[in-house]
T-cell receptor
Framework: AQKVTQAQTEISVVEKEDVTLDCVYETRDTTYYLFWYKQPPSGELVFLIRRNSFDEQNEISGRYSWNFQKSTSSFNFTITASQVVDSAVYFCALSTFMEYGNKLVFGAGTILRVKS | ETGVTQTPRHLVMGMTNKKSLKCEQHLGHNAMYWYKQSAKKPLELMFVYNFKEQTENNSVPSRFSPECPNSSHLFLHLHTLQPEDSALYLC?????????????FGQGTRLTVV
């Protein structure tokens, strides 16, 4: 069975601080995919990144960076110099290979509050 | 025009009503999904459709009835719901067979059952 754990229920930071959101996953499959999504107050889930299990390169996109470590089954997300607009719920998700489509298993989410 | 559009955005219905949620995607995807987001539970997958065929039913009660007339449209028909069915219902789409690309989500329908 697959499982995603986001131990941080809620994080509050002051604008311009760096913040890291933790994600730990469990799966017995050797091929799997990890995702991060952002859910602003409007409700839709906004895709941020996808990582394949065989690609452990870290990634940076602007103020966002992701650290994927198979040895610890973690896929952490860091926002550098946070801004108020970063306030949202962030979800980490896992899917394993499916012949048809995609089956995402989500973590419980981390509420990020960035105060000015 | 957003990629995945859901209507209505908000819905209040009585337990004896029948209503439908609609989802439309303009991304050329072949797979569509219904997810449920309750206040105290993680996002749960309900149904998966691939090329209009249902490929996953995650033990969803029969009072939820999905319909996928084509790869661009997905409906969720609701009848005799319970108050605990109140939640945000999210539709998503992705490329289908043989891929695990990211899913794109709509803004959801906030459903309240009274």
């Amino acid at each position: 069975a697959q499982k995603v754990t986001q131990a941080q229920t809620e994080i509050s930071v002051v604008e311009k601080e760096d913040v890291t959101l933790d994600c730990v996953y469990e799966t017995r499959d050797t091929t799997y995919y990890l995702f991060w999504y952002k859910q602003p107050p409007s409700g839709e889930l906004v895709f941020l990144i996808r990582r394949n299990s065989f690609d452990e390169q870290n990634e940076i996109s602007g103020r966002y960076s992701w650290n994927f470590q198979k040895s610890t089954s973690s896929f952490n997300f860091t926002i550098t110099a946070s801004q108020v607009v970063d306030s949202a719920v962030y979800f980490c998700a896992l899917s394993t290979f499916m012949e048809y489509g995609n089956k995402l298993v989500f973590g419980a989410g981390t509420i990020l509050r960035v105060k000015s | 025009e957003t990629g995945v559009t859901q209507t209505p955005r908000h819905l209040v219905m009585g337990m004896t009503n029948k209503k439908s949620l609609k989802c439309e995607q303009h991304l050329g995807h072949n797979a569509m999904y219904w997810y449920k987001q309750s206040a105290k539970k993680p996002l749960e997958l309900m149904f998966v459709y691939n090329f209009k065929e249902q490929t996953e039913n995650n033990s969803v009660p029969s009072r939820f009835s999905p319909e996928c007339p084509n790869s661009s449209h997905l409906f969720l028909h609701l009848h005799t719901l319970q108050p605990e069915d109140s939640a945000l219902y999210l539709c998503a789409s992705s490329h289908g067979q043989g891929t695990n690309t990211e899913a794109f989500f709509g803004q959801g329908t906030r459903l309240t059952v009274v």
